[in-house]
């Protein structure tokens, strides 16, 4: 069955922290996608990032980075010198290739950072 | 461009009513989906569209949810005799095509009183 769990439920920061939220997913299909997305507090989610699960590259932009380690079904995102701004709700989630129209979230990471 | 808009932002309605929601994607995305998420918890999946078919509706709760595309655009999600246990964030999203990468709306806050 797919998963996928982000077992940090909130983190709180002072600016210019670098801080890393987890993401550890389960799936048995040998083809998936993972993705980041960022809910505000407007509420609307943001689409940060998507990886195919044949691309373990890390990937930079600006500020944030995703590692992606195949051997340990993680997938996780570094926001460097964290800012006020990058306060939000933080969710990844898991589409099968078998299966690409539905998304599965994890229950997201709170992040505060605070000034 | 625009993105994925849905209207009302806020509905407020009694137990045992009809609501209905309504998600306008991104121009020439043919792929819209609809999710709905509770309190502290992630978007969940409802129901996809391809065109104006629904491909995969297993994810609606009960048959009191159904969802509509008719010319392959607007969607309305429809709801039929509320109960408290629906009252959550409705959030629609659209794709360029199937697979391609879900771009959401800002969402639909519906409170079941």
């Known amino acids: 069955a797919q998963k996928v769990t982000q077992a940090q439920t909130e983190i709180s920061v002072v600016e210019k922290e670098d801080v890393t939220l987890d993401c550890v997913y389960e799936t048995r299909d040998t083809t998936y996608y993972l993705f980041w997305y960022k809910q505000p507090p407007s509420g609307e ?7 195919n699960s ?4 890390n990937e930079i932009s600006g500020r944030y980075s995703w590692n992606f380690q195949k051997s340990t079904s993680s997938f996780n995102f570094t926001i460097t010198a964290s800012q006020v701004v990058d306060s939000a709700v933080y969710f990844c989630a ?5 299966n690409t129209d539905k998304l599965i979230f994890g229950t997201g990471t709170r992040l505060q950072v605070f000034p | 461009g625009a993105g994925v808009s849905q209207t009302p932002s806020n509905k407020v309605t009694e137990k045992g009513k009809y609501v209905e929601l309504r998600c306008d994607p991104i121009s020439g995305h043919t792929a819209l989906y609809w ?6 918890q992630g978007p969940e999946f409802l129901i996809y569209f391809q065109g104006t078919g629904a491909a995969d509706d297993s994810g609606l709760p009960n048959d009191r949810f159904f969802a509509v595309r008719p010319e392959g655009s607007v969607s309305t999600l429809k709801i039929q005799r509320t109960e408290r246990g629906d009252s959550a964030v409705y959030l629609c999203a659209s794709s360029f095509d199937r697979g391609d990468t879900q771009y959401f709306g800002p969402g639909t806050r519906l409170t079941v009183l």
């Open chain 1, 94 to 98: 898991l589409s099968e290739a078998y």
């Open chain 1, 45 to 51: 989610l943001v689409f940060l990032i998507r990886r």
């Open chain 2, 35 to 40: 999710y709905r998420q509770s309190l502290g």
């Open chain 1, 54 to 57: 044949f691309d373990e590259q």
